[in-house]
């Protein structure tokens, strides 16, 4: 089988900024990325601070992966209270040796995508669930694509409606002077005018 190197064809790095200071754990994870695939570009930072310092100045990464208790912080100190993924704002892995069902529980609740023990087991599907992770992220920012695109329609809808709630008002002084055919029209023009303006009403207000 031929080796997408061989047809001249390189495969896309995917970058993983993984912030662990324990080095011999730092590199168990990066066999295990390395006995998976060629794809990954591991970049290695020991704390929080130097995690942040890293984002700033490259471009963000494939995915996060942090080990919980660090130097200056916990791996949730990322989060910054976020309540779900999307407000972390990159995938975030969180991985550790002395975790419990509570943790886990509040990690997932604090947008992480998801939280590993530190065993052989859970170590050797690392690179699959990084997989999983970028899956499910790509969805989310599908998912927000969508809906912010769907509030850009709403909203110059409303704008179009409101446009049109002036016009007709201004019709409504020349009515008088319109034939039954003329009245019709724009008694049907008030009628779609209400029926958009209830359409792309905010519950909320």
């Not at 031929?2 to 990066?30: C, F, W, Y």
């Not at 016009?167 to 055919?181: K, N, Q, R």
Request: aromatic fraction near 6%.
């Amino acid at each position: 089988m031929m080796n997408p190197s061989d047809s001249g064809v390189q495969t896309k790095k995917r970058r993983v900024l993984l912030i662990e200071d324990d080095e011999s754990h730092a590199e168990l994870i990066r066999r295990t990325f390395e006995d998976s695939s060629s794809v990954w570009d591991i970049h290695l930072v020991p704390c929080i601070s130097d995690a942040l310092q890293w984002m700033a100045e490259n471009k963000m990464p494939y995915l996060v992966i942090a080990d919980y208790l660090l130097p200056d912080g916990t791996a949730l100190d990322l989060t910054k209270r976020a309540m779900c993924a999307e407000e972390v704002g990159f995938p975030l892995i969180i991985i550790t040796g002395a975790g419990s069902e509570q943790l886990a529980v509040h990690a997932l609740k604090s947008g992480v995508m998801d939280y590993i023990g530190k065993n052989s087991d859970e170590l050797r599907e690392l690179p699959w669930r990084v997989e999983r992770a970028t899956r499910e992220w790509k969805n989310i920012m599908k998912q927000k694509r969508v809906e912010e695109e769907l509030e850009i329609y709403v909203r110059e809808l409303e704008r179009a409606t409101n446009e049109l709630k002036e016009f007709t008002l201004i019709m409504a002084s020349y009515i008088e002077g319109l034939d039954d055919v003329g009245r019709e029209c724009f008694e049907g023009i008030r009628k779609t005018t209400g029926r958009t303006a209830e359409l792309t009403e905010d519950p909320s207000r």
